[in-house]
């Protein structure tokens, strides 16, 4: 079946490319947040710094292929037909997986879906082996200590990042407070000459270990190792000299030497995630071609030859990493869905306060409750001079950034940025030198979080709300994992059993599953892009663009219970359903409004329109609630199964909806209701259905009356 190895090969670098895409789309937070956060510089310098460090990671990455090779299996006990069912399973369960997650903006782990989908397409292969064999143990084919030992260090980095991150932005803080960058000349020379120094060091010296062009016998290795390697603290020394040289002469010059450390943080960290997840995306094929290579000229069965041949050392082509390496920043360019997973990431470590993304839970609010405990108990025994002391110097001067528009403000300073950087990098650097395939994305998450909790982003009104984005997307990697095993699984199952034809069909699914995200994360894109929630802080006449926001509000509540009574009528789930969602696109859109009515009012201390805003803000707030309510009312009435709606009740509801619908404008589009028939009355639920709709529906004329009666002057 030569024909078809050949087309699976092919298959395999086709899902490489698509992968990369869409591994970039979910990983692109990991070294973008803080810059973009912290507003180092323009977005496109941000992009172009980036895509450089991009670019030089992938040439560091050799070393990491042997994870794909070696890392889950033991490639002496598996077969070529085996390892490419495996391989074809893990690059298609991949791609679902991550696009999905990209799709709703949530970031995950490359690192920990890569290696639970070669753990889970192992299991499954090597018990349908054991199976036929009847001997030897699964413990035989998974190389079970060294995925422990990956899995165990993934994990492990989460509570790592997420304490090292804290303690560093605490006592960063301690130095540099709130107050203006220059008055802390020195300290910010100082904390520039440590982070750059640590970031060189770990980055040039340690990351260099596993440069492709770094080639056993030669003459730029042998310099490596005698001089950078035999000599760590005079390196050291003079890397720090020379940096703290540099950074006086910048200051000297006016330029602003923490900005200059987070743009250098951005190429250090973009550079670490490429060298250390471009594994992820590409070494499972590369292995693939490789043991099609050998096999090719064996002249043996698929299922007879071994490729015991993936445990030893294989270079990697370094012109297959620098394809990758352009296809990475390509991607980093062009890719939508990498500016959502950024915005999420972002949202939940901002500084200032506004609305909030992620609603609270039990857990969320028991965290939040043994926090404040802690706090209390520390209260108690740290002495009162210390404590003030703490305070002053986390003291912030007014409101944060309340002197410049919302939409250009920083959702952090550059202190925070650096720190974020600066720690993630060097975390994942000493870990990418020693061949530990650690994730990116938990690493530079939880440092992201640690910083925003030891810089007291997260307060009294925010924390619970904070915590609960935070567990969400903890509980999304535990789901990959989850999910990354089963279906990669069941996928190589598939494949190794019906070869061409399982590839096809999961290849057509994978197709459709990213054709249909495209057009879901596009929609909801352009839902986001029209929700006009902060325009009229920037707007030059706000009170126009509260009278067309009221009408827009009024017109798209009608619009949703006109839907959900049409669609409960003719008992069509699908369209309350709509009518259901689109209201929750408005409750969202009102809440942000909430948070920068707040964030207003902090700038705006004695503007007298705050009343005229509040009134108009309470108008829109009972709006949407009867709407919210009426929509929600009907759609659970279909799906709880509840009877059919009867001629008798549908006539009550006509009459009703006609009566506060029809003078919004005209006509009622009646039409569209069922026509009357000799149906009995009809039952408890059909007739509470009518009364509750009939008091929704008066509720929101009266809501919809006073709303348009406020004078916005």
């Not at 990475?328 to 609305?355: D, I, P």
């Not at 992620?358 to 939040?368: K, M, V």
């Not at 509801?653 to 005209?666: I, K, N, P």
Request: charged share 20%.
């Amino acid at each position: 079946m030569p024909d078809f190895y050949l087309i699976a090969v092919g298959l395999l670098f086709t899902l490489a490319i698509v992968d990369l895409v869409v591994g970039v789309s979910n990983d692109a937070v990991n070294f973008l947040n803080s810059a973009i956060g912290a507003k180092a510089a323009p977005r496109w310098g941000i992009m172009v710094v980036a895509s450089c460090g991009i670019f030089l990671g992938a040439s560091f990455s050799s070393g990491m292929m042997e994870v794909a090779r070696k890392g889950v299996f033991d490639p002496q006990m598996l077969s070529f037909a085996d390892v490419m069912a495996i391989f074809l399973a893990v690059m298609l369960t991949d791609i679902i997986l991550l696009d999905l997650f990209n799709t709703w903006g949530m970031p995950t782990s490359t690192t920990v879906s890569i290696v639970f989908e070669l753990l889970g397409g192992t299991v499954v292969v090597s018990m349908i082996k054991l199976a036929a064999a009847e001997t030897g143990t699964l413990a035989d084919y998974v190389n079970s200590a060294n995925a422990l030992r990956i899995i165990s260090g993934i994990f492990l980095a989460v509570g790592i990042a997420f304490t090292i991150g804290t303690v560093v932005q605490f006592l960063s803080r301690l130095f540099f407070t709130f107050r203006e960058p220059a008055t802390k000349r020195w300290v910010a020379i100082g904390w520039s000459t440590v982070a750059l120094t640590a970031m060189i060091l770990f980055l040039l010296v340690k990351g260099l270990r596993g440069a492709s062009f770094l080639s056993e016998g030669g003459a730029l290795a042998t310099w490596y190792h005698d001089w950078w390697q035999a000599r760590p603290l005079v390196t050291g020394g003079l890397v720090a000299v020379g940096v703290f040289v540099l950074t006086v002469i910048l200051d000297f010059l006016r330029v602003n030497v923490l900005r200059l450390t987070v743009l250098v943080g951005t190429f250090a960290l973009a550079m670490a995630f490429a060298g250390n997840d471009l594994v992820n995306f590409i070494g499972v094929p590369i292995a693939g071609y490789q043991s099609y290579k050998a096999w090719s000229v064996a002249e043996t069965a698929p299922e007879d030859f071994s490729v015991r041949f993936l445990s030893e050392r294989v270079a990697t082509e370094p012109l297959l990493l620098f394809l990758a390496g352009g296809i990475m920043v390509v991607t980093l360019w062009v890719s939508k869905k990498a500016r959502s997973v950024t915005e999420t990431e972002v949202n939940l470590g901002r500084q200032s306060s506004g609305a909030e993304r992620f609603q609270p839970n039990a857990l969320s609010r028991a965290i939040t409750g043994a926090a404040l405990w802690m706090g209390r108990v520390l209260h108690i025994t740290v002495p009162m001079k210390v404590q003030g002391w703490i305070e002053r110097q986390f003291a912030q001067v007014g409101d944060y950034h309340m002197d410049i528009d919302l939409k250009e403000a920083p959702a952090f300073d550059l202190v925070r940025a650096s720190v974020n950087l600066t720690v993630a990098s060097v975390l994942i650097a000493l870990a990418t030198s020693y061949k530990m395939p650690l994730s990116t994305t938990y690493v530079s998450f939880m440092v992201a979080m640690g910083t925003s909790l030891a810089d007291r982003a997260w307060g009294r009104e925010s924390a619970v709300y904070r915590v609960s984005g935070v567990l969400h997307v903890i509980g999304g990697w535990f789901l990959t994992a989850i999910i990354a095993f089963t279906v990669a699984g069941f996928f190589a199952w598939i494949i190794f059993h019906t070869h061409v034809f399982g590839v096809a069909a999961i290849t057509a699914l994978a197709a459709w599953a990213i054709y249909h995200s495209f057009h879901a994360h596009g929609r909801r894109s352009k839902e986001a892009a029209a929700s006009r929630s902060s325009q009229w802080l920037s707007s030059m006449d706000q009170i126009d663009f509260w009278q067309h926001r009221r009408d827009d509000v009024v017109a798209r509540c009608c619009s949703a219970v006109e839907e959900a009574v049409i669609g409960v009528a003719n008992g069509k789930e699908r369209q309350t359903r709509e009518a259901v969602r689109s209201m929750r696109l408005l409750e969202l859109d009102h809440r942000q409004v909430g948070g920068d009515l707040i964030t207003w009012f902090g700038r705006a201390q004695e503007d007298p329109r705050k009343q005229v805003y509040l009134d108009a803000y309470s108008g829109e707030a009972e709006v949407v609630e009867e709407a919210v309510a009426l929509s929600g009312f009907c759609h659970d009435y279909l799906v709880n199964f509840q009877p059919p709606v009867t001629s008798p009740i549908l006539e009550l509801l006509r009459s009703s909806v006609e009566r506060v619908l029809g003078e919004r404008d005209g006509e009622w589009e009646s039409a569209r209701l069922p026509e009357l028939s000799k149906d009995p009355v009809g039952s408890r639920a059909q007739i509470r259905l009518m009364l509750e709709v009939d008091r929704r529906l008066r509720s929101l004329r009266e809501s919809v009356k006073r709303l348009r009666e406020h004078a916005l002057t």
